[in-house]
Structures are given as structure tokens and as C-alpha cells.
């Protein structure tokens, strides 16, 4: 299988070409959630952050700390109320990202790109105590994914398209 991706960079094309996915192993978790959710983060530790959406008010997010994980049973998700974010629609946020490094946070939405600076390894609190920070996006109505490059330093988007492949964009950061 190859998986070809194009987009601009410094108002440069690029392609990127993966030739080969290899799935070593897979594990199997269960967990008791009953919202609808469309973003999944890992933190630096290891656990895992789910953000409700499709939903016109309350947005959750639910934090399965990596430590819960157990294959005999069912985990059990820890939920917080997200603050208000301006132009939700309903399927909103579409994606969100963690960097690697654990330091920032991105949700990304259809018409904005929330980011947050993560204090003291502490998500749920940078969340729900600190305002986001809107950052420029180009995919307005039809985004798709967001993530951040390795460093933490760019982001990236993925948009529809059903025509010629979907558009990839960088967001360089200085």
C-alpha cells in the first residue's frame, strides 16, 4: 500500500510518500463513554484525551489516564466541562492535537483553531482555566484533521476534497 501526500510549503509543492504501513500488533481497550466523540489526544504520559462533539452545548472532554488501562475490564473515562468557545457548529471540534513535547494543545474547529499552552503537564486545567489563543486556518467548512510537525513547532490541517485528493496544509509558525 502507498499513501501519497501533497500540499505547499513556503509557497513550495511538496509530495511525501509513504511506501509501505506495517501494524505490528494490536490491543484491544474498553471503555464506558456515551458521547460521541471525533478527537482523540495522547498526552506525553501516555493518556488519552476524547472531546465530545456534535452537540450544541456542554462539550466534554475525558480524560482514560494510561494507568486505568486493563484488558480484563472496562475503564472508565473522567469528564470535565470544557469553557465556551466562540463558532462552534455542531459537529465541532473536528480534530485536536497534543505536541509531543506535551506543551501545547490545538482544537480545531470549523472556522477556528484553538490553541492552548499547557501548564505543568496539567490538560484538563490549562483547558478549563485558560483562555485559547485563535489561530489563522484555511480550511474553513471543510476540515478534516489537524497535528503538529515533531518539534511542536508548525501544524498542519487536512481538508475534503473530492476531486484531486485532499489538500495538506502547513501553518509555519515563527
Given at each position: 500500500?502507498?499513501?501519497?501526500?501533497?500540499?505547499?510549503q513556503?509557497?513550495?509543492?511538496?509530495?511525501?510518500?509513504?511506501?509501505?504501513?506495517?501494524f505490528?500488533?494490536?490491543t484491544?481497550?474498553?471503555?464506558?463513554?456515551?458521547?460521541?466523540?471525533?478527537?482523540?489526544?495522547?498526552?506525553?504520559?501516555?493518556?488519552?484525551?476524547?472531546?465530545?462533539?456534535?452537540?450544541?452545548?456542554d462539550?466534554?472532554?475525558?480524560?482514560?489516564?494510561?494507568?486505568?488501562?486493563?484488558?480484563?475490564?472496562?475503564?472508565?473515562?473522567e469528564?470535565?466541562?470544557l469553557?465556551?468557545?466562540?463558532?462552534?457548529?455542531?459537529?465541532?471540534p473536528k480534530?485536536?492535537?497534543?505536541?509531543?513535547?506535551?506543551?501545547?494543545?490545538?482544537?480545531?474547529?470549523?472556522?477556528?483553531?484553538?490553541?492552548?499552552?499547557v501548564?505543568?503537564?496539567?490538560?484538563?486545567?490549562?483547558?478549563?482555566?485558560?483562555?485559547?489563543?485563535?489561530l489563522?486556518?484555511?480550511?474553513?467548512?471543510?476540515?478534516?484533521?489537524?497535528?503538529?510537525?515533531?518539534?511542536?513547532?508548525?501544524?498542519?490541517?487536512?481538508?475534503?476534497?473530492?476531486h484531486?485528493?485532499?489538500?495538506?496544509f502547513i501553518?509555519?509558525?515563527?
Amino acid at each position: 500500500m502507498t499513501l501519497t501526500i501533497k500540499g505547499f510549503q513556503n509557497n513550495k509543492m511538496f509530495s511525501l510518500e509513504i511506501k509501505e504501513i506495517i501494524f505490528y500488533d494490536l490491543t484491544t481497550y474498553r471503555f464506558s463513554w456515551s458521547h460521541q466523540f471525533d478527537t482523540l489526544m495522547i498526552d506525553r504520559h501516555g493518556n488519552a484525551y476524547v472531546v465530545r462533539s456534535h452537540i450544541d452545548q456542554d462539550r466534554l472532554i475525558g480524560r482514560l489516564s494510561r494507568d486505568a488501562w486493563n484488558n480484563s475490564h472496562t475503564v472508565h473515562i473522567e469528564t470535565f466541562q470544557l469553557p465556551h468557545l466562540h463558532h462552534l457548529h455542531s459537529s465541532d471540534p473536528k480534530s485536536g492535537d497534543i505536541s509531543a513535547d506535551g506543551t501545547q494543545l490545538l482544537l480545531l474547529t470549523e472556522e477556528q483553531v484553538y490553541y492552548w499552552k499547557v501548564h505543568n503537564d496539567d490538560v484538563i486545567g490549562t483547558l478549563r482555566h485558560n483562555s485559547p489563543t485563535v489561530l489563522p486556518t484555511k480550511t474553513h467548512g471543510v476540515v478534516e484533521g489537524i497535528c503538529w510537525d515533531q518539534a511542536g513547532v508548525n501544524y498542519y490541517e487536512i481538508a475534503e476534497s473530492y476531486h484531486t485528493g485532499p489538500p495538506l496544509f502547513i501553518f509555519n509558525r515563527r
